[in-house]
């Protein structure tokens, strides 16, 4: 390569592996956060599912 | 919602693919000697790591603006000791964490390739820690506080305090002249088009991400709270029916005990005259 290209772009080439990560890092931490809303929203389902079991266990045995 | 999600993901993707393809590298150092590439006369070196800040700005301004909602949120509540708006407060926070997260790794980043360490006691990196630090310890606040009514309205009140510091970090670049940060926002920032409009559009793309995470952690999280609630009436239902039926028992003991009584003192009366009588 031309030295003077090669001086051009002698900070390109070791800045790629940093702007690489930290664009990954965004995401990352943004996918981290989507990943724990999505297993929390899950949880609350199948604690809204079991009291709902539960309210119609006691509705029935009132019944009886 | 979504319409607003996939907008934001589209502005985002369009910023980085622009960063990356259409927006001119920024000039460093000075060359030995001047270079013609593609027609144009380079005489610096290029700069490829800038290119973190066309989503590291967005990020950190989305940091502080959903922080700004998170105290706003916080002194609703105080003036109406209405509860959803803690839960909106503490949702607020946790996406604030999120954003504050994402920016100190981009920026970290930055930090390690242009200024050679990964952390450097400079007034906005310390007043962005030091945001960071009082997020956190928000939710230390919070999970240190038993009683809701108590942690809502210390939280709150932490929450207003907290959000001093965003303003302060985000100033705190053109009111320390010592600073060594880079200054994006200013209204001569000298950015070509061809480099603000990504940034731009990254900026109006992170801001809807953000909004549309914090509505949907919001929902979540109110669902989890009526969850919480319907457990704990159920529980008392349970415990006031427990109670009830010790009640009921110990009443009809009480009764049968009276009959038991009743029945064994006639019987005692008349053992008694027998006694007298002898």
Known sequence: MDPILSEVYSTVLPAAPFVIA???GIWLALMVYVLVLSRRAKHTSDDIEALREALERRESKRDL | ?????????????????????????????????PVVIGGAQVTTKLLLSQKIFYLHVPVAVASFAVMALAAFF?????????????????TAMEVTLVFIVATMISGDLWTRFEWGVWWVWEPRLTTYFILMLLVIGYFILRNAIDDPERRARFCAVFGIVAFVDAPISFLVTRLVPSSI?????????????????????GLFGMLMIAFVLYCTAQRINADALEVE????????????????????????LRKRGASVSAASAPAHDEHATQNQEG
Do not use: C, N
């Open chain 2, 181 to 201: 940060h880079p200054v994006v926002f200013r209204t001569d920032s000298g950015l070509p088009p061809m480099m603000l409009i990504p940034f731009l559009l």
């Open chain 1, 22 to 24: 930290a664009y990954v």
């Open chain 2, 74 to 90: 916080a002194l609703r509540f105080l003036m109406t000791k209405d509860r959803s708006y803690d839960v909106r407060s503490k």
């Open chain 2, 1 to 33: 919602m979504p319409i607003m999600l996939v907008l934001g993901a589209v502005l985002t993707a369009i910023d980085v693919v622009w960063t990356f393809t259409l927006a001119p590298l920024v000039q460093g150092a000075q060359l030995s000697e």
């Open chain 2, 229 to 252: 609630e319907l457990k704990q009436q159920l529980e008392e239902q349970d415990a006031q029916a427990t109670r009830a039926a010790a009640d009921d028992a110990l009443e009809r």
